[in-house]
Nanobody, 123 residues
Framework: QVQLVESGGGLVQAGGSLRLSCAAS????????MGWFRQAPGKEREFVAA????????SYADSVKGRFTISRVNAKNTVYLQMNSLKPEDTAVYYC????????????????WGQGTQVTVSS
């Protein structure tokens, strides 16, 4: 089992920044690739970003490329999502997830999920 707890969400104006954190406990964090997903009201959960177990491989949704950065510190069992130049359409609940392989954008391949943190971007 891997337990994931997100933090860092909040209310920010358009153009602002937030950094989300996801703290992991349980099984060895460095054995898992990690991903961030988001879900807006009335919409399906969508992929945001993913990072390999070592941090050497990352991928992003086109909608966030160039604005968001995923990173991890295995010594701290934590993965981050730095979000810059936020837009109202980034408003959603953001979830982190753990994947025993590197599945990138496929949510069904992630084994463990956090409870989510709300990000609201005002215009």
């Amino acid at each position: 089992q891997v337990q994931l707890v997100e933090s860092g969400g909040g209310l920010v104006q358009a153009g602002g920044s937030l950094r989300l954190s996801c703290a992991a406990s349980g099984r060895t964090f460095s054995n898992y690739a990690m991903g961030w997903f988001r879900q807006a009201p009335g919409k399906e959960r969508e992929f945001v970003a993913a990072i390999s177990w070592s941090g050497g491989i990352t991928s992003y949704a086109d909608s966030v490329k160039g604005r968001f950065t995923i990173s991890r510190v295995n010594a701290k069992n934590t993965v981050y999502l730095q979000m810059n130049s936020l837009k109202p359409e980034d408003t959603a609940v953001y979830y982190c997830a753990a994947d025993p392989s590197y599945s990138g954008s496929f949510p069904n391949r992630y084994d463990y999920w956090g409870q989510g943190t709300q990000v609201t971007v005002s215009s």
